[in-house]
């Protein structure tokens, strides 16, 4: 089992910038590829993107490429999604999730999640 806790969700401008810290406990952190989804009001959840084990892959939805960043820091056992640009667009619930293996958007792919942080952008 992997335990996964978001924080660091809440209010900022459009144009600003935040940092989610997702901190994973329970087997071993460099096991698992990662990743970050989101659920914005009234739609489906979507990905935003995620690393490899390893942390040196990465893969982005068009949406956030080139604005959002992931990376890991395994002595630390902690996921992070550096967003900036912030959009209004952007405002959702943001979670983390952990696999095996795929780093991709196919939900079903992860069987770890956390309970997701709430980010609102204000324009």
Known sequence: ??????????????????????AASGRPFCRYAMAWFRRAPGKERE?????SWSGRETDYAASVKG?????????????????????????????????GRSYGPIQDEYPYWGQGTQVTVSS
């Not at 990905?47 to 690393?51: L, Q």
């Not at 002595?75 to 209004?88: G, I, R």
């Open 1 to 22: 089992q992997v335990q996964l806790v978001e924080s660091g969700g809440g209010w900022v401008q459009a144009g600003g910038s935040l940092r989610l810290p997702c």
């Open 47 to 51: 990905f935003v993107g995620g690393i």
């Open 67 to 99: 604005r959002f960043t992931i990376s890991r820091d395994k002595a630390k056992n902690t996921l992070y999604l550096q967003m900036n640009s912030l959009k209004s667009e952007d405002t959702a619930v943001y979670y983390c999730a952990a696999a």
